[in-house]
Each structure stands twice: as structure tokens, then as C-alpha cells.
């Protein structure tokens, strides 16, 4: 089954067709990676799918319901998330309390109770607490967990936006360039937690420019040039295809 | 749970340490003038250091708050108590209503929106005369409680402090809970709190509202404590000493929005000796204590102890 569809989606900037006509099904579990040299379009793309921009044209679709329009929260109690290429973390937060956002919307929403000291709160808190910790262990930061997050290196950092949007309990994940500015090391272990989650039944669609991880890692892979899709299948497909080559190297296809 | 009471704790300590120091009803009457702006402050400091989002009209919620107390009584016959629950609830629609269409500006648009709602409330005031007295004013009859009319520095000092440990109760409360978060989150990222699932424009919201509350009660007790009300109360110049308060105690802290307060409050009271250079010294003062505690003074200090500390542990 599909877990998010784009038809015919596009978008407009001042006159520059960012993106245009781009259609594809994401399934149910596995990593979907969507690549493409600098400015083609893929975190334009991504911010129409997560409900960021308002798509020019086109229909984005969650498990068949049309989403089009639909704001970020909405989508996010629908099981949508995502993290961010340039990072959007909460900087006066801890890294725990950063993962604590990422439940928000498995907690309880009644402001009314939170004006008091209530001590069913504590319980909720602490629990929230725990919950927080387990996804924090998931990316190996369960070590920094009280540690303000602006005190913590860009590798972390990229792990945590992980880690928050995963306390979100998603069914789809977004990702957007997790392993820029990781190591080796950290490259490798990412990849290794992608896919130990797509293969727990996460859909996960991946903007990365890591091609090596791109093609070990994906079970399919989508090209954007110019805003265009000019190639849509397995890693090895994608690899030898004349269009892309063309579209990376610069040479007439 | 220790950070819900700590600073509620605090403030009690100090209000029996003032009580038992205080040695004239001028010094007792001065701590209730700061136990009330610094109500107003906290509340603010929800929207302002939580929120992340600048109210520049302030003033205007002191200023219903302050007026249903002298309106209530004296118009339509109600109880003061009940007067300022209508202030109160007045208060909180309005923000309600208007904080909706206002919280969707940022930064300079946002200010300046908020400022014209502040100008707007106090324009009201001062031209419904036939309400509110004009700019000249109204007196606001007596706060009765029990059969008893509430007079004397002492009660009125206790009375303002039980309220401040109230609100600062409350405020303390909602920091360490999930609407704390999702304020800080909107503060920090409003597009990351958004994909998280906090529906951004609701917690504003909810944010604007809740310091419209405390700044009504805060209005609704200056008047009953004063016993006159002016549409000073409720202008741009009241809207300004409240960002100050929060902005110099200290952005997103309980603790410091009453310190604030308390400068801005008594610290005038202090520099009278300075004659006609008294505001100069006070400016003067929040300039040197901005440059040097550029994160408020109670968020600074707290980081100035805990950093001796940690070297002292190494």
C-alpha cells in the first residue's frame, strides 16, 4: 500500500517553477530517496509534502486521503514528520525536553489542568520524561539528555531532530539531508538506524546528498533536475541511467 | 515537581523577610505597588519570555481590569470581587477575539499592532466620560470582604502578596508542563513546534490570553488598593514599564519579572534623594544592569552561581 503520493505537484517562486509535475507513490515501509543536484527542488518538494508551502498545483495524498493544503500539525497527528536540512532545533531547550515536543500530541492538551500543580502531572511528566529517553538512546544521546542542546555539536544536533520527530510516533518520516556534516562513523550508524526503522515498518523518504548511503540504503530512488523528475527506480537502475548522469555531470545525455 | 514551588517559596521568604524589616507603612505600601506590577509582569513574561511573542499594549488589560473595579461597584452595584471577575473575563475575550488576526504579525508588525489595541483601550477610557470619568478619573469604592472593610498597609501588603504567590504558583506550573513546552517550542522554532503537531497559532494564543488575565487582576487590585483610578493606567507609558519589567528581570523567568518590578517599582522611591536627576539615575541604572546582565538580572545571576559552582567543583 502507498503511504504518501504526490500527483502532479509544482510550485511557483516570482515567476521560477521550483518545482514542476512531480508524481510519485512512497510505500508503506521502506526508504524512499529522493536526490538531486543543488537547487533541484527537493526541500521545496518536501515543505510542500509536510504541509510547510501551500502547493501551486497538484494534490499530495496520506494513506489515499488527499492532504493538499492540509498545516503541518494536522498532518503531524496524521502521522507525518519530518526533520529539517538547515536545523530547527529549540535552542533554549535541554535535548530531552526537544524530544518531549516531538510527543506533544500524545499528551494531554487540557491547559486548564496545567495552571496547577496537579500531581497526576508529575506522573504524565515523568513518563514524558522516560519516553523522551528511550528515542534519545535510539540516535546514542541518551548521555546529553539533560544537556542544553545549543551546547551540543551538529552531529548531535541532526540525530536530535531525528529523535524528536520519532517521539512523534510517525508512520512517515521525512528526512532532509541527516547525514550532512556527520563523519564516517556517524554516517554509518545513521544508515544503520534508517534502516532498522524502515524495516520496522516506517515509510522514510530521504533527501541526501551521501550518494554511497543513497544507493546502499534505498529500495528506491527518485531524481529531481531543475525541478523536474527525470528518474524513478531502484539504485541500480537510477545509477545507470543516461538522464542522470547527464543531470550530475553536466555532459549532453 | 521542585520547580513548580521553588520560586513561589522564594517569594514568601522574602515577603516575611520585607514584613518583619519594614519598619513604616510607606515601605509596606511600596512591596504591594510591586507585588501588583509585579503580577502583571509575570503574566506578561508568559507571552513575552515563554511565547517569544512582544505585546507593546499591555497597559490596556491593567486598564479594563483597574476600571471594572471603579465602574462595578459604582454603576451597576456589583461586589468588587465580582466587579473584577468581570474585568477579568472582559479581559481575557478581548485578547481572546483580538489575539488571533494580531498573533499571525512578527517582530516590528507585531508591536506595532499591539501597541495600537493598548492606545485603543485607553483612548476608550478616556473619552467615555460618562463611564469612566474622563481623564480626570474615578474613585473606586472600598474592597469589603466578610462585612469588613480591607484597609491598612498591612493587609493590603498581604493580601496583594497572596495573590503574587498565586499567579507566580501558577506560572511556575504551566513552565514544567507539556503548554510550557509547546509555548517555548513556538518561541524557539515555530515551523519545527508546528511539524511536531502544536498547533502554533492556538498556543499564541492561549499565551495572550493568559497574560491578559493576570494583567486584569493585577489592574483590577492597583485600583482597589489605590482607591482612584486614571486612564494612566492604562497607557502606553504603563505598557512600556511592563516590557521593562519583564525585559530586565529577565526574559521566560518567574522570579525575575517580580525583581523586575520591584526596580522599576521602588527603585524611584529610593532615587528621590537624586531630586530632579531621579529618572536620569534610573535610566541610567537600566542601561548599565542591561549591558552587564544582558540575559535579565535573575536569569544572570542564577548562571553567574551555577558557573562559580561548577568551577569550584573542577
Known amino acids: ?253 | 515537581m521542585a520547580q513548580r514551588f521553588a520560586t513561589p517559596l522564594v517569594l514568601v521568604a522574602v515577603m516575611v523577610v520585607v514584613w518583619f524589616a519594614a519598619d513604616s507603612n510607606f515601605i509596606l505600601r511600596v512591596a504591594s505597588l510591586v507585588f501588583i506590577y509585579g503580577l502583571a509582569a509575570i503574566g506578561l513574561n508568559i507571552l513575552v519570555g515563554d511565547a517569544g511573542q512582544v505585546s507593546l499594549g499591555h497597559a490596556g488589560f491593567l486598564g479594563i481590569g483597574a476600571y471594572a473595579v471603579a465602574i462595578g461597584p459604582t454603576t451597576l452595584g456589583l461586589h468588587p470581587l465580582l466587579s473584577m471577575l468581570a474585568g477579568v473575563v472582559i479581559a481575557g475575550l478581548i485578547a481572546l477575539v483580538v489575539g488571533r488576526p494580531v498573533l499571525r504579525l512578527k517582530g516590528h508588525a507585531l508591536a506595532v499592532a499591539t501597541l495600537g489595541l493598548g492606545i485603543l483601550i485607553s483612548m476608550v477610557i478616556t473619552n467615555e466620560a460618562w463611564l469612566t470619568g474622563g481623564p480626570d478619573g474615578m474613585p473606586v469604592p472600598r474592597l469589603t470582604l466578610f462585612g469588613e472593610r480591607i484597609r491598612g498597609a498591612d493587609n493590603w501588603f498581604w493580601i496583594t502578596g497572596a495573590v503574587l504567590v498565586i499567579g507566580a504558583l501558577i506560572a511556575s506550573s504551566i513552565k514544567a508542563s507539556p503548554t510550557g513546552r509547546a509555548l517555548r517550542a513556538v518561541h524557539d522554532s515555530e515551523v519545527a513546534a508546528m511539524v511536531s503537531g502544536v498547533d502554533v497559532a492556538k498556543y499564541k494564543n492561549i499565551a495572550f490570553v493568559i497574560s491578559a488575565i493576570y494583567a486584569a487582576v493585577a489592574g483590577g487590585l492597583l485600583a482597589l488598593f489605590d482607591g482612584f483610578v486614571t486612564p494612566d493606567v492604562a497607557g502606553f507609558l504603563t505598557s512600556v514599564e511592563l516590557i521593562t519589567m519583564v525585559v530586565l528581570g529577565g526574559m521566560g523567568s518567574v522570579l525575575g519579572a517580580v525583581a523586575g518590578a520591584g526596580i522599576l517599582t521602588a527603585l524611584p522611591q529610593v532615587l528621590t534623594a537624586f531630586n530632579e536627576y531621579e529618572h536620569m539615575v534610573l535610566g541610567l541604572i537600566m542601561m548599565v544592569v542591561m549591558i552587564g546582565l544582558r540575559a535579565g538580572i535573575v536569569p544572570s545571576l542564577i548562571a553567574l552561581v551555577s558557573g562559580r559552582r561548577r568551577a569550584k567543583a573542577r
Open chain 1, 1 to 253: 500500500m502507498t503511504s504518501l503520493a504526490a500527483q502532479d505537484l509544482g510550485i511557483d517562486f516570482g515567476g521560477v517553477r521550483a518545482v514542476d509535475s512531480v508524481t510519485f507513490e512512497a510505500p508503506e515501509a521502506g526508504v524512499t530517496a529522493i536526490i538531486g543536484p543543488n537547487g533541484a527542488g527537493k526541500t521545496t518538494l518536501f515543505n510542500m509534502l509536510s504541509g510547510v508551502y501551500t502547493p501551486g498545483h497538484g494534490r499530495v495524498f496520506l494513506y489515499g486521503e488527499d492532504v493538499t493544503g492540509e498545516v503541518p500539525y494536522k498532518l503531524a497527528a496524521r502521522g507525518l514528520s519530518r526533520t529539517f536540512q538547515n536545523l530547527q532545533i529549540f535552542f533554549q531547550m535541554t535535548a530531552r525536553e526537544n524530544v518531549m515536543v516531538g510527543g506533544h500530541l500524545s499528551e494531554h492538551h487540557n491547559v486548564l489542568r496545567h495552571l496547577l500543580p496537579l500531581p497526576s502531572l508529575f506522573g504524565e511528566e515523568r513518563r514524558a520524561r522516560e519516553a523522551a529517553a528511550g528515542h534519545l538512546d535510539h540516535v546514542d544521546l541518551a548521555d546529553v539528555a539533560d544537556r542544553p542542546a545549543s551546547s551540543l555539536p551538529y552531529g548531535a544536533l541532526k540525530r536530535l531532530e531525528i529523535a524528536r520527530a520519532l517521539a512523534a510516533e510517525p508512520k512517515v518520516l521525512l528526512l532532509d539531508e541527516p547525514a550532512a556534516g556527520c563523519n564516517a562513523t556517524e554516517t554509518e550508524a545513521l544508515a544503520a538506524l534508517i534502516r532498522r526503522l524502515a524495516d520496522e515498518g516506517l515509510s522514510i523518504i530521504l533527501v541526501e546528498h551521501d550518494m554511497a548511503m543513497v544507493m546502499s540504503l534505498s529500495d528506491r530512488v527518485i531524481v529531481l533536475d531543475q525541478g523536474r523528475m527525470i528518474a524513478d527506480g531502484k539504485p541500480e537502475d537510477v545509477r545507470n541511467d543516461p538522464a542522470v548522469r547527464a543531470a550530475y555531470l553536466g555532459t549532453d545525455a
